[in-house]
Each structure stands twice: as C-alpha cells, then as structure tokens.
C-alpha cells in the first residue's frame, strides 16, 4: 500500500530521518523529517499550469506548530489554533528565503509550501527541520525547483562553534546564528550575537556551510529513489521574445535618462511618464503583459551603470552612507522618542517603559515565558508617497521588527539592573532603502532618551550587491530601487565592538565567501561612520529617566511573606494599590516591585509592606491604633495586620475602673512591646510610654519580690488540706 523510502543519517551527534511515501500522498511531494524527536511534516504543491497574465512567480511558505506535538491543548476559550504566532510568521520568512531564488525563473505555477511541526522534544528548533523538509518536498516533487537547499543552526560556546545546539545549550551561547544555502554558497543568513567580531561571523557562516553539506547529499539520495519526472518547462514564445525588443526600442533611452535624477520622486514621476509614453504605442494585450519587460530593462540599466562607472542612481559611489540626521526628545509626553534620517528614509522611534504587569505573555510549545523587551515596526503607506489600506502587521512588518529586536537586545542591562518592561514602536515615516537598519539607530537613541542603560549605542547598515559574470560591486547604505534590482541585501548591526545581528538573502543561486568578506568589512566602516553621526544626537544613555516614567523601586521578602502581602483573594495588595495609586509585582522569590511616578507614594506603599512582614520586637515603641476594646483590655494594631492586646492594668500607672475611660475604638496610641507568648500573642503597655511625644517613661511600679517558698522538716513544700465538700 505505501512506498516508503528513507534515508538517515547522523549529524551533530543525532541521528536524521527523511521519510517519503507514507504521508501526503496526493502532494506532488511530501517528506517527514525527524530530528532527534521533533518531526515536521512538509509538503509541497505546484498548480498545473499559471494564472492568465501572471508575470510573477506566486510562492506562498506557511510553517504551523501543532500544540500536539509537545503534548499541550491550546489555550484559550476555542482550544484550537488559530492565527499564525509571531514565531510560524518569522519561521515562515526563514523557510521562504532560500528557496525562492531556486525555481526556475520562467516558472509562474502558483506553489504552496507547508510544514507542520508533528512532534516536539523542546530540545531541538523545528525551524532547521522544517527547513530541510521543505527543501526536500521540493526536491522529490517534479517542479522545477533548483535545489536541494539545506540550512543549520551554529552556536559558539567557550570560543568553539557548535553545531544545532539544543535548547539548554543555547543559554550559554554567544551566538545564535541560521545559514542555509546550496552546496556552491550560501543563500540566508539569520543571526543574534553577543557583540562578535566580523571574523567570527564569517566564519561560523562557513562553519554552517560546511555542515550541511552531508544533509544535501543525503536529500539528493532520497530524490533519487522517489523524485517524480521533473515538469516541462515551455520555451518563450517568439512573439514574447518580439515583445521584449519592441518595449526595449521605446523605452532604453528615456528609462536611462529617468535614471539620471537622483532625488527618488522626481525619478519614479519621469519614469512613469516614459511607462505611460510605452503603453500608448501598444495594444491592450501587450500592455497587459509590459511590465515583466520594463522592469528587465530597468534592471539592466541599473545594473550596468553601477558596473561601468562605479556609479549609483542617486550619484554616490559605492562606499558612501547618505547623509544622516538625528534628533531625539521630540516627543514631550513619551518617555524617550527618537527622529533618526538617512537620504530618504526616515524612522519615527519612541519608548515606553511599564512594569511586570505589562510584560507579554507567550504561549509556545517549549511553554510559557513572559517578555519584558518589545518592538514593533510599522510602515504606513504614506512613507513611500501611496495611498492603500491601512491593515495588521504583515510578514515583512514582524521580519524587520523581530531584526531590529535582534540587533538590540544583546545590549539591554538585566532586569535585576533594570526592571523595567520596554516597548519601543518605529513608525517608518519615509522609506527608500533599509527601514529596518533605521529602526535600529532609531531604537537605540530612543532608549538611551529614556534613559535605559544600554551597554553601548547599536547602528545598523544594508549592504547590496550587483553580480555579472564580468565583475560585481558591493554597495553600502542600498537605496529600495537597489535592492529591488539587486542580487542582495546583506543587513548588518552592531556597536563599535562587534556585530549584534546579521541578516542576508541572496537572490541569485549563491554568494562566495570572498564577496561575503568584502560586504563585512565595508558594513564595518559605515556602521562607525553612522554611529559617530548618532553619537552628535546623544552619546550615552541619560542618568535620569523622564518625569513621566514610572520610578520602579524593588525589595525582598521572605517567600513565606507573600501570602500576608496579597492577602485573602488579593485583598491587602488591592488596598495598597487603591490608597498609594502604585502598581505592584510580587514574583514566587518575594522579590517585590513597587512602580509609581509620585516618589512619595511609592515611599507610602514601601512601608505598608514593611509592616506587613516586619515582626514585632520586644521592647520597641510602635504607633498603633485601638481596633477593639473589651473588659480586661484593648487590641492595638500596630504593625501591619498584627494586633496586640494592651491589658486593662498596662493602660495607666494607677488603676483603671473601664477600659473606655482611657481609649476608644480608632484611638491612635503609642505602645511598648513587652512579650511574646508561646502562641505569638504580643502583649503591650501604653503606661510606660509618653503619649505625646512617644518616649519611653521609667516604670514607676516596683518589680515584684518573688515569694518564698515555705518548705517542711524534710525540705519539702507542705502539702495544702484538702477542702471538704459540704454535704447536707
């Protein structure tokens, strides 16, 4: 019934599975991938032919974790899940990237990738193995797919590159770094690092490289036994081929001179005028079908310009950063908030700092975490001069933002030094090249406005690069029509130390070390220079925080402590909030953080907790209040929610008739701890202290004389007669 092949291997000391021929059999190719024991199912569809004018090539990635897989029901009210996490988003963009320059590039048939995650040991990142399993569904499934591409995960701990760490051995790692690429180069790179050399980068990009080499091999021997035949590829028709130079005669010379403007709304407008000029000389089926060839023709111009002279569309060459403008505090109500202008692209950047209560929550199938560190970008269409709809965050606003976060959060101080939750928001206000890169800057003079303490400023640079078989150019600072005719886009952050993030797609087949040493080494020199233009704006986090963010103070209680601190179903913490206006975060260590922005009332808030856990000490005065009176005494509540009892004789130094004709219920008094039962019962004596001025006053009653004892003959106590009973 089922044609199974598979083939395993060993790689980084577990072992590797592909399996074919069980699951998904209607797919045109589906492969089971097992890594130690987490499994993803992945699958790969092409339709049979393309949609009537398509003139791109319609790929959609979709990865999903099934909550299954870990041995977890949803959370929730539906139980199910629902949306893409930002994780199946990012993971998504990771498995997209390589392969998508790999089809060939007349294929137009709408193509589905999916990877389910099946199975989970929280030790190894389905993200590898879902990688692999797309690239080998690809692979097996006839469509004209160019590969096989594979990837790996390279950590470095104590000074050595490890390969596909687990999750325990991620916490020790300088370096969380994704390559994938084909057997000749490499194609992705995604990575978070702990301020690394651009040596080290290198070469644990080619440490990975080298890595998967095994796994290409192992892909290529399951094709071999289970691939379908490959799909004919039509040849271009003639008359495409006619369509081709006839758009080419009309349009080179004007599209040349367009090209020449370099402010970029000046540009587009001339080269939508020579756009409108081609269209007018064609048919409506040939102007159905004009784009594909403009945009080859804008491509070659490009290209060849920057090639032949060295020069770029907007007149620099091709190590220069456009010029750079930073201006911070331009928001008077926002805790730090940052304007950073590079050419034409522009980031609007503010932080606000919260409390634990604002931390977010993330349900994953490792479990659940809580992140005190957020960023968010958002590119509204207004940033490159369009008018569309405004919807939710997409793929690429998730990408950038979660690059961003990468590049700076290896630079945050721990939340023991800080104990502040940051969300920092990047409004991309303009954009021709690189938002993301300006979102770093940005964030990092945001946050030192608000005055958290990072390690060191972060900046961050785009790399382009323009290949042809008789040369290249590797381009800083890339501008948005660069990297849309461009063969990369090589995005590189970190301080004036090391790299804090490293991203790269490549869409031609691959990229050589050499040029990918070159493309380090030229981000190195722009990332000082932009970093030395921040540094003009605000060198150094400011020492104080804005007067409308919240001052957080910390203190410890015992863990036994808490529940006295919350109270019965929260009741005193409610009750300190209420009276103080304070927001309060009490962790199971009984480290306790008081946040308010009136100093006063986190003062107030700090010595109400004081009193709940402090325990009373004998011989110490107290400021009390009478809670109860009773016969034989009152009950004094003088130290958080502990009661004493003051006796009827500890009132007065002479004798009291009632208890009310010295205090009253609410009374405020002064007491002396003078004992401590076996049960904790305090006892206190207001007769010994000054009710004025609360100063202890000499106890003016003798101390008692203890009695002799009276002893008989034979030195024993002598014996009490017993008393009779009365009888009738």
Known sequence: MFDVVRKEIEWGGRPLIFETGRLARQADGAVVVTYGETSALCTAVGAKAPKPGMDFFPLTVNYQEKTFAAGKIPGGFFKREGRPTEKETLISRLIDRPIRPLFHPSYRCETQVISTVVSHDLENDPDIVSLLGCSAALTISGLPFMGPVAGARVGYIDKEFVLN????????????????????????????????????????????????????????????????????????????????????????????????????????????????????????????????????????IVRRDILDSGQRIDGRNTTTVRPIDCLVSMLPRSHGSAVFTRGETQALVVTTLGTGQDEQIIDALEGEYREHFMLHYN???????????????????????????????????????????????????????????????????????????????????????????????????????????????????????????????????????????????????????????????LAESRDNLSEHAPRISTMNVPPDKIRDVIGTGGKIIREICEETGCKIDIDDEGLIKIASSDGEAAERAIEWIKGIV???????????????????????????????????????????????????????????????????????????VDQESGEEIDDPRPPREPRAKETDSDGRPPRRPRRRRATD
């Open 165 to 300: 760490p687990t999750a325990e051995e991620m916490l020790k790692s300088e370096l969380d770094l994704v390559v994938a690429g084909t057997r000749e180069g490499v194609l992705m790179v995604e990575s978070e690092a702990n301020e690394l050399s651009e040596e080290i980068m290198l070469e644990a990009v080619m440490f990975g490289h080298e890595s998967y080499q095994l796994v290409i091999d192992n892909i290529i021997d399951l094709a071999e036994q289970s691939a379908k035949e490959p799909r004919p590829l039509e040849n271009t028709p003639q008359e495409v081929l006619d369509l081709n130079k006839k758009i080419k005669d009309l349009a080179e010379s004007e599209l040349r001179k367009a090209y020449k403007e370099t402010v970029k709304q000046t540009r587009h407008e001339k080269i939508s005028v020579v756009k409108q000029e081609v269209a007018e000389q064609l048919s409506e089926e040939e102007q159905a079908v004009m784009d594909g060839p403009i945009k080859d023709l804008e491509k070659d």
């Open 614 to 688: 402090a325990e009373p000490e004998v011989g110490v005065i107290y400021t009390g209040k009478v809670v109860k009176v009773m016969d034989f005494g009152a009950f004094v509540n003088f130290l958080g929610p502990r009661d004493g009892l003051v006796h009827i004789s500890e009132l007065l130094n002479e004798r009291v008739g009632q208890v009310t004709d010295v205090v009253n219920e609410g009374d405020e008094v002064k007491v002396k701890v003078i004992g401590l039962d076996d049960r904790g019962k305090v006892k206190l004596s207001m007769r010994v």
């Open 379 to 537: 590119f509204p269409p207004y940033s490159v001069g369009e008018a569309g709809r405004m919807f939710g965050p997409g793929r690429r606003e998730i990408g950038h933002g979660k690059l961003a976060w990468r590049a700076i959060r290896p630079l945050l101080p721990s939340k023991e030094v800080f104990p502040y939750t940051i969300r920092v928001v990047s409004e991309i206000t303009e954009s021709n090249g690189s938002s993301s890169m300006a979102t770093v800057c940005g964030s990092s003079l945001s946050m030192m406005d608000a005055g958290v303490p990072l390690k060191a400023p972060v900046a961050g640079i785009a790399m382009g690069l323009i290949k042809e078989n008789d040369g290249y150019a590797v381009l800083s600072d890339i501008l948005g029509d660069e990297d849309h005719l461009g063969d990369m886009d090589f995005k590189v952050a970190g301080t004036e130390t090391g790299v804090t993030s490293l991203q790269m797609d490549i869409k031609i087949t691959s990229i050589t070390e050499e040029i990918m040493k070159i493309a380090l080494d030229q981000a190195r020199e722009g990332r000082l220079h932009i970093l030395g233009e921040m540094s003009k704006a």
